[in-house]
């Protein structure tokens, strides 16, 4: 059985590999008493949001023998969470995750650094990237800005 951390690493990589970007993985054990990581990514239009949502549904069944518990926003596909115990995704458009800012609610919950999750050169906008910069160390080794070449 994987552990929570390795799921959340999972679902990060199924995001990458569907070219979701602003994926941030989040643990929120120490402030959140529902669940231990959020992962929270950014799909441009529907269809990617719902590929990316498939990818990390088939990643999990397939590699960690997990479905989630509870799915939302299958409808509109702008805001999709998907509830795995002590793993909570979050898939959004842009202008959503924009408007909630989901990650900012817990800034003192450690952001685990994408490189565990074998992504080298993530895609961030300039709004995470700041976010980033007083989360880690060095955001710009982190990844890349969406706003660059």
Same mark, same amino acid.
Request: hydrophobic content about 40%; charged content about 30%; aromatic content about 6%.
């Given at each position: 059985?994987? %552990? %929570?951390?390795?799921? +959340?690493?999972?679902?990060?990589? @199924? @995001?990458?590999?569907?070219?979701? /970007?602003?994926?941030?993985?989040?643990? !929120? %054990?120490? /402030?959140?008493?529902?669940?231990?990581?959020? !992962?929270?990514? /950014? #799909? @441009?239009?529907?269809?990617?949001?719902?590929?990316?949502?498939?990818?990390?549904?088939?990643?999990?069944?397939? *590699? @960690? #023998?997990?479905?989630?518990?509870?799915? *939302? #926003?299958?409808?509109?596909?702008?805001?999709?969470?998907?509830?795995?115990?002590?793993?909570?995704?979050?898939?959004?458009?842009?202008?959503?995750?924009?408007?909630?800012?989901?990650? /900012?609610?817990?800034?003192?919950?450690?952001? !685990? %650094?994408? =490189?565990?999750?074998?992504?080298?050169?993530?895609?961030? =906008?300039?709004?995470?990237?700041?976010?980033?910069?007083?989360?880690?160390?060095?955001?710009?080794? +982190? #990844?890349? =800005?969406?706003?660059?070449?």
């Amino acid at each position: 059985m994987k %552990s %929570s951390r390795e799921i +959340a690493i999972l679902a990060a990589q @199924a @995001a990458d590999e569907k070219k979701a /970007t602003d994926i941030v993985i989040q643990e !929120v %054990s120490g /402030t959140v008493v529902i669940c231990d990581y959020f !992962v929270i990514a /950014t #799909g @441009a239009i529907n269809r990617q949001v719902d590929a990316i949502r498939e990818a990390i549904e088939d990643k999990l069944r397939i *590699e @960690a #023998g997990v479905k989630p518990i509870g799915r *939302e #926003g299958l409808d509109e596909l702008q805001w999709v969470l998907l509830d795995y115990g002590d793993v909570v995704v979050h898939v959004f458009q842009p202008e959503l995750r924009d408007y909630y800012r989901l990650e /900012t609610l817990w800034n003192d919950s450690p952001i !685990v %650094s994408l =490189s565990e999750a074998g992504i080298d050169n993530p895609v961030f =906008s300039e709004r995470i990237m700041r976010y980033l910069a007083g989360q880690i160390d060095d955001p710009i080794e +982190a #990844g890349q =800005s969406e706003e660059q070449p």
